[in-house]
């Protein structure tokens, strides 16, 4: 069945990939974007579709959205970068913006997936993190204005769907990596890959033995499309991610060797609340999504790498 879908942060990295998919699929899609981290270039090749529209408004204010069938929230900076220059945007975006969107979705009885973080586990205590883990988060931190803002629009979701009975179902999305990445997005597959390619040493913050699970971007999208069609879910969140832990120390090493490069590796100073371990409990995702991620590292790596080099 066709459908009119909004993509909030749709010329982002995910939201590109996220429109692109919609249309394959058939479906009508509406991309709303300030373009304060998206970029034009990822959705102009989808431009002159007469199945895609584009609004340039801020998620937070954006007048006259249109009736639409389902709403996928990405729209919110997310790169570590970003969160000592654009804190208040950042938390509005997830907090203010997703007011709105539920707001809508009631105006529209629209479907609703809300795209959360795994930064909602802060530095873990349990592993892997199962989504019944609430977390351990440095609210006053300079990552707060991302993992708070995340878990209080979570909160508003919840809230909605209770006091509403607003069909709306959200997405931990753990680190996930592919083309249309900024360069200077600040997490670490594209610093370690910009810096092997310029041929300068890859930077490892303390040890590099923290850990992180690694999803290409193609597993990511399925596994979001997956949830917006379920049905009747039987929970209102799930985790979508690569179970395959890796150190940091394993990546940048994967890195060096599938850019062929002749960089080294620096150490410098663990940031302040970075986390000690990712890696995610999907068996929610696998039993009632039928969703897994197929693509492993070195394949999401050279795709990803053929990209920077393009």
Request: aromatic share 8%; hydrophobic share 30%.
């Amino acid at each position: 069945m066709q459908r009119r879908i909004l993509v909030t942060g749709g010329a982002g990295f995910l939201g590109s990939h996220l429109c692109e998919r919609l249309i394959d699929d058939g479906h009508e899609v509406v991309c709303l974007d300030n373009f304060g981290s998206g970029r034009r270039r990822n959705i102009e090749h989808l431009e002159d579709d007469p199945k895609f529209e584009l609004i340039e408004q801020d998620v937070r204010t954006a007048s006259s959205l249109p009736a639409v069938d389902r709403i996928y929230h990405l729209a919110s900076r997310a790169s570590p970068a970003d969160f000592t220059d654009f804190p208040v945007e950042i938390a509005l975006a997830n907090t203010q913006g997703t007011k709105h969107l539920l707001d809508h979705a009631r105006a529209s009885n629209a479907r609703m997936v809300f795209a959360s973080t795994s930064e909602v586990y802060g530095d873990p205590e349990v592993h892997p993190q199962p989504e019944t883990y609430n977390g351990n988060v440095n609210i006053r931190g300079v990552r707060g204005c991302y993992d708070e803002s995340k878990r209080f629009g979570e909160t508003l979701t919840v809230a909605y769907n209770r006091e509403y009975d607003l069909d709306v179902r959200t997405a931990r999305i753990f680190n996930t990596y592919g083309p249309r990445m900024r360069p200077d997005d600040g997490r670490v597959v594209p610093t370690f890959i910009t810096q092997a390619l310029n041929g300068t040493n890859l930077t490892v913050y303390g040890d590099g033995k923290q850990t992180r699970s690694f999803c290409y971007v193609e597993d990511l999208i399925d596994g979001l499309v997956a949830l917006m069609r379920l049905d009747d879910p039987k929970y209102n969140v799930y985790n979508l991610g690569n179970n395959n832990e890796r150190t940091i120390l394993e990546l940048a090493e994967a890195v060096i060797k599938a850019t062929n490069t002749n960089s080294d590796i620096t150490h410098e100073p663990l940031p302040e609340d970075d986390p000690r371990q990712r890696n995610p409990d999907i068996k929610r995702a696998k039993n009632d999504l039928n969703w897994a991620p197929e693509i492993n590292l070195q394949e999401g790596l050279n795709k990803t790498i053929s990209h920077f080099q393009d």
